[in-house]
Structures are given as C-alpha cells and as structure tokens.
Nanobody, 122 residues
Framework: VQLQASGGGLVQAGGSLRLSCQAS????????MGWFRQAPGKEREFVAAISWSGARTFYADSVKGRFTISRDNAENTVYLQMNSLKPEDTAVYYC????????????????WGKGTQVTVSQ
C-alpha cells in the first residue's frame, strides 16, 4: 500500500489542523492505520491509531482529548483532527499502516507514508 499524507502547515497555538492520509495500491480496509510524529532531534513517536473498521482507537497520552483519528474506507483515507495545538506538537507527521496488529509502535508498522510538516507557533 502507498500512503500520502497532507494537510500540514503553520498554525498558532490553540488552533486546529486536519491531516489526511490517502492510501492506494491495496485494499485500504485491510489495514489498521496510525499516525506518528518526529520533532527535530527526537525519535519518531506514536500519536494515534485506528482499527481497520474504525471501531477501536488509541492515543498517546500527550494528545488525548485534543486529537481525533478517524477513517473513511470508501475514500481510502485516514484523518487526524488536531485541536488545541501546542508548540510542542511541532513535528513532521507520518501516517502508517499494519495488517494484523495495531500500528502503535515503530516495530509494528509495515508501511510508512511521506511526512507532512506541522508547525505550531507561540
């Protein structure tokens, strides 16, 4: 499966952004999907994940209550709605896919998309 993330940009603290990840090349509904992020000088970290049906979601503690992951299997797209953004959310955001496990650790990810930059200013 090929993954293409979009929707990043520059936003002020307290603002919102919605990231999208378009999948192609395979049956999207076969994959559990996730979002990770990597800030400069830091390791890539888990942000959120969603099961193939959308019935289960998981979040990093740092984004709970502010970010929402969702998917539209008809559109082959997974979304990350980010509200109440903070400067520490600044990072390159990557979408990820896995088949039989939830992609909530680096080791579980089978496919990566190219990242999209999110910058949150003070």
């Amino acid at each position: 499966v090929q993954l293409q993330a979009s929707g990043g940009g520059l936003v002020q603290a307290g603002g919102s952004l919605r990231l999208s990840c378009q999948a192609s090349g395979s049956t999207f509904s076969s994959y559990n999907m996730g979002w990770f992020r990597q800030a400069p000088g830091k390791e890539r970290e888990f942000v959120a994940a969603i099961s193939w049906s959308g019935a289960r979601t998981f979040y990093a503690d740092s984004v709970k209550g502010r970010f929402t992951i969702s998917r539209d299997n008809a559109e082959n797209t997974v979304y990350l709605q980010m509200n109440s953004l903070k400067p520490e959310d600044t990072a390159v955001y990557y979408c990820a896919a896995a088949t039989n496990v939830m992609p909530n650790t680096l080791e579980r990810v089978e496919y990566w998309g190219k990242g999209t930059q999110v910058t949150v200013s003070q």
